[in-house]
Antibody, heavy 123, light 107 residues
Framework: QVQLQESGPGLVKPSQTLSLTCTVS??????????WTWIRQPPGQGLEWLGY???????DYNPSLKSRILISVDRSKNQFSLRLNSVTGADTAVYFC???????????????WGRGTLVSVSS | DIQLTQSPSSLSASVGDRVTITCRAS??????LNWYQQKPGRAPKVLIY???SSLSGVPSRFSGSGSGTDFTLTISVLQPEDFAIYFC?????????FGPGTKVEIK
């Protein structure tokens, strides 16, 4: 079965760049049934969709993140990545990578999830 | 952005109870509404997609209904493993958004 695993620093200083990678195993990133997605959850709070990339590189981002975010895919490594610039304490959260499945009638849902990784923003 | 509200924000129930959680959207979203279950320290797990479509591996006691702006998740016979937080999520238009969650606790 397909599994996702996040990796990256657990601590980032304010104003610096948060970088995370999600490794897809047991399946191919080059799957046109999925959008590769990042979602975050501040401690004790709800879920926020950050954005996605299709395997061919098309992206969509949450406007709340303005120009700070970049999601990219590396098909040769079967990985996709998140970069979030100019971080503040408000970016402290558990970051999940996820696969958003494209289903019938244009329905879509997140059916693949990594375990999540806590990233704290602090000096 | 489409805002999702959930009610109640929390509830206490006993094993065997029937539980109903409501999700309301700030504008019509057709049937583009999904439900997730999240347990402490775990990633969410999808239970229902497209408002009422079931998924392989999800117990049949979970069902969804609704369309437009009002949706419901029902757990027909609450089991011990169902104590968790439940989120709704719209997939009608980006940015995808989630409801604030409903915590189902043991009575």
């Amino acid at each position: 079965q397909v599994q996702l695993q996040e990796s990256g620093p657990g601590l980032v200083k304010p104003s610096q760049t948060l970088s995370l990678t999600c490794t897809v195993s047991g399946g191919s990133l080059s799957n046109n049934n999925y959008y590769w997605t990042w979602i975050r959850q501040p401690p004790g709070q709800g879920l926020e969709w950050l954005g996605y990339s299709f395997y061919s590189g098309g992206t969509d981002y949450n406007p709340s993140l303005k120009s700070r975010i970049l999601i990219s895919v590396d098909r040769s490594k079967n990985q996709f990545s998140l970069r979030l610039n100019s971080v503040t304490g408000a970016d402290t959260a558990v970051y999940f990578c996820a696969g958003e499945r494209i289903a019938e009638a244009a329905t879509r849902y997140f059916d693949l999830w990594g375990r999540g990784t806590l990233v704290s923003v602090s000096s | 952005d489409i805002q999702l509200t959930q009610s109640p924000s929390s509830l206490s129930a006993s094993v065997g109870d029937r539980v109903t959680i409501t999700c309301r959207a700030s504008q019509t979203i057709g049937f583009y509404l999904n439900w997730y279950q999240q347990k402490p320290g775990r990633a969410p797990k999808v239970l229902i997609y497209g408002a009422s479509s079931s998924l392989s591996g999800v117990p049949s006691r979970f069902s969804g209904s609704g369309s437009g702006t009002d949706f419901t998740l029902t757990i027909s016979v609450l089991q011990p493993e169902d104590f968790a937080i439940y989120f709704c999520q719209q997939s009608y238009v980006t940015p995808w958004t989630f409801g604030p969650g409903t915590k189902v606790e043991i009575k």
